[in-house]
């Protein structure tokens, strides 16, 4: 009886672990049901979030398979709205159809664009899709895949580059217009990199005498820019701002003397920084200059011949006195030769202006001192001053008063100049002339108190032929511009009726 009992408690116990085993299996399948419920949950959602990304794209977007023994034949399995609207065909129609059927290549350029997607798995590269009506749209296609049980299958997005194409058409046609522009131009244009010139139009060969590119590209600048310019050139080609126009002196590939007025402006050539320059031959203008300055110099000195010769004659009257004085018997004294010495130096000092005036003035420039300069062009004048009753008030408020110039070409723009404040002030007065240094400039104003100027008539001044004078040519103050601007400097004019005018030279200081 017992070991009945003993069995049958044994049998219980069985029972009840095989219970608490399947309830074990029941909880743990419930939690991988409810494990699958969220994911299938999660894959919903993101399968949701996958269509609307896939459909709201603005770019189309192209799923399909194709195979590794028939890559061609690949059919789209799924598209977005932007890919068949695009394209002008419907949903239905697109996905019956395969990459080769949108494509402008023919089949074998198909195969071959289509193989080296297989190749590459990840690939961009551009090619053109025809639309349903026949129209074409270029676009950049890039390919993405994925492997699914061995099976290849293929994301495309193709991004619609039709702007961009007109884009760079635009550009490419506006580069092709600017080298025809650069290459037909009558001005030498030229691209200088690390010193050497790297580029040149046919005007710039034909300018330097080269007989070809090879005789000039290469070249260091600096072996046919003239000696002394090489600084002012670094100056302005170091210098990255806005284009800067110069008067350059060269020698060309032969030797011969190249006066110039070039453009230099900051360059990007090759990815690389450098200079353009646009150059144009003023060899012949500055001939011309050159004679006009010299015509208009003799007619100054014409004009004021008369003058020196009475300024002259003062002193020899006195040193003939003397002379005659000792022939008499007259013992020479200190005083009667102090007297002497004066005035030949008197004449000694009006004569050698005068000589310096009147030989031809060379293109060299030199440190010159304007106060100096200033002094010499006044006891040139002095004659002319003391017959008008004029006077000369002369203010420096500046110790530096030294430019780079030519000698002879300034004392003639300040001879000009004062002598036209003379001739303008007729009942006599007091001529200001200020000597001041802004900004790196040597002012130099010269004011009168004649009858002054209307705007209009100022507006006019330097025109060739133009004077507010009877018997003037105007040629004075044209020749005084063409000067002053070639050594870099400008006149200003402010004028005042029945108050006088004021004629300011700014030059570069040194």
């Known amino acids: 009886m017992s070991n009945l009992k003993q069995e049958y408690f044994l049998e219980i116990k069985e029972l009840q672990d095989e219970i608490d085993r399947v309830k074990r299996e029941n909880e743990a399948l419930t939690r991988k049901l409810q494990t699958y419920h969220e994911v299938s949950l999660h894959l919903s959602e993101s399968e949701k979030r996958f269509e609307q990304l896939f459909n709201i794209s603005s770019d189309a977007i192209y799923y399909f398979k194709i195979s590794e023994n028939n890559i061609s034949a690949g059919k789209f399995i799924k598209i977005n709205e932007v890919a068949h609207r695009r394209l002008g065909y419907t949903r239905e129609e697109m996905l019956g159809m395969s990459p080769a059927d949108i494509d402008i290549h023919a089949e074998e350029e198909i195969y071959k664009i289509l193989e080296d997607v297989y190749t590459n798995r990840t690939f961009t590269f551009e090619t053109t899709h025809v639309c349903k009506d026949g129209s074409l749209i270029p676009v950049e296609i890039m390919t993405d895949t994925f492997d699914e049980k061995g099976e290849i299958y293929f994301l495309t997005v193709c991004r619609n580059i039709s702007d961009r194409k007109k884009a760079e058409k635009i550009i490419h046609n506006t580069k092709e217009q600017y080298k025809r522009l650069v290459e037909s131009s009558p001005n030498g244009i030229a691209i200088i990199q690390d010193d050497k010139w790297v580029y040149a139009n046919e005007a710039a060969l034909k300018l330097f005498g080269a007989k070809s590119k090879e005789n000039l590209l290469g070249v260091n600048i600096y072996d046919l820019l003239d000696p002394i310019i090489h600084n ?208 790196g400039r040597v002012h130099i104003s010269i004011q009168d108190e004649g009858a002054g100027m209307t705007d209009q008539q100022v507006s006019r001044l330097g025109e060739p032929f133009y004077t507010t004078k009877e018997t003037g040519t105007g040629l004075g103050l044209m020749v005084s511009y063409t000067i002053i601007s070639n050594h870099d400097g400008e006149i200003s004019v402010q004028s005042k009726l029945n108050e006088g005018t004021t004629f300011t030279v700014k030059l570069p200081s040194i």
Do not use: C
Request: glycine share 4%; aromatic share 6%; hydrophobic share 40%.
């Open 232 to 439: 002012e050139y670094k100056k302005i080609t170091t210098k990255d701002e806005a284009p800067t126009r110069t008067n350059i002196y060269w020698k060309t590939i032969e030797g011969k003397e190249l006066h110039t007025e070039i453009i230099s402006m900051p360059f990007t050539f090759r990815e690389r920084s450098a200079t353009q320059l646009i150059i144009q031959d003023v060899t012949e203008q500055k001939h011309a200059e050159h004679i006009m300055i010299q015509a208009e110099k003799m007619n100054v000195i014409g004009e004021i011949a008369a003058g020196i010769a009475h300024e002259i004659r003062n002193p020899l009257t006195s040193l003939k006195g003397f002379v005659q004085l000792f022939r008499a018997g007259t013992v020479p004294n200190q005083t009667f030769i102090n007297i002497m010495e004066t005035e030949l130096e008197r004449i000694d000092i009006i004569s050698s202006e005068f000589l310096t005036l009147a030989k031809p003035g060379n293109i060299n420039f030199t440190s010159l001192d304007l106060q100096t300069l200033l002094k010499d062009v006044l006891a040139l004048l002095d004659t002319e001053l003391y017959k008008q009753s004029i006077l000369i008030d002369m203010r420096v408020t500046t110790e530096n008063t030294s430019v780079r110039g030519e000698i002879t070409q300034l004392k003639q723009v300040f001879i000009n100049l004062i002598k036209n404040a003379i001739e303008v002030m007729i009942n006599g007065g007091t001529i200001t002339i200020i000597l001041a240094n802004r900004s």
